[in-house]
């Protein structure tokens, strides 16, 4: 009967020992690997523990059609015709045209899209093109040049492009341009865009 209440009495204590034992332990445990865990970081919702990579798609880049190869590739150049609406004169300037895949160039404030530039006789420098506008079913080909106040209108066909131009909104007039094959157009970041 004594054993008995001895080996009931043992049984009631020793959880209670055990427990205090690993209590104190597992705070010491605790204390000492919590400098050895990596930060993982604030968890997405629905996302799992720690941190999930976003993957980053890049921006497709736009494959030029046939069409606006035929455009990128030779340089071109011809003539176009204003007729003044106030005094009743046309105007005719050579020009030369060189139009490129639209791209950033340039660094900070000069920082701009080229898409081309234009060389028209009586200017000094090159001037930028903008807004240019190809369709690859059609042909039809617009663009602006800022400091002429000038929009073409035209069509692609063949080696040749033929079509209007609008100076400011009331001289209106035409061009037509020619591709000449052995010259390639160049990125020109010197030239002239009116803007600034």
Do not use: H
Request: overall charge negative; hydrophobic content about 35%; aromatic content about 6%.
């Amino acid at each position: 009967m004594f054993a008995r209440s001895i080996v009931v009495t043992l049984l009631a204590v020793l959880p209670i020992v055990l427990v205090g034992a690993c209590g104190n332990n597992a705070e010491e445990e605790t204390t000492a690997t919590s400098s050895n865990v990596p930060k993982l970081g604030t968890a997405r919702l629905g996302s799992g523990a720690g941190p999930t990579p976003i993957p980053v798609t890049p921006t497709p880049t736009a494959t030029p059609s046939p069409t606006q190869l035929t455009l990128y590739d030779p340089v071109w150049e011809g003539a176009y015709t204003i007729k003044q609406i106030q005094s009743n004169e046309e105007t005719t300037k050579n020009i030369v045209l060189e139009f490129n895949p639209k791209e950033l160039i340039g660094e900070g404030v000069n920082r701009r899209r080229d898409e081309g530039a234009i060389f028209v006789e009586g200017q000094s420098n090159w001037i930028a093109l903008s807004y240019v506008r190809v369709d690859p079913e059609t042909g039809k080909v617009s663009f602006r040049v800022s400091i002429l106040e000038t929009q073409f209108e035209g069509i692609l066909e063949g080696d040749r492009i033929t079509g209007t131009a609008v100076e400011g909104s009331v001289n209106k007039g035409t061009f037509e341009v020619t591709a000449n094959r052995d010259k390639k157009p160049q990125r020109r970041p010197e030239a002239e865009t009116g803007m600034g």
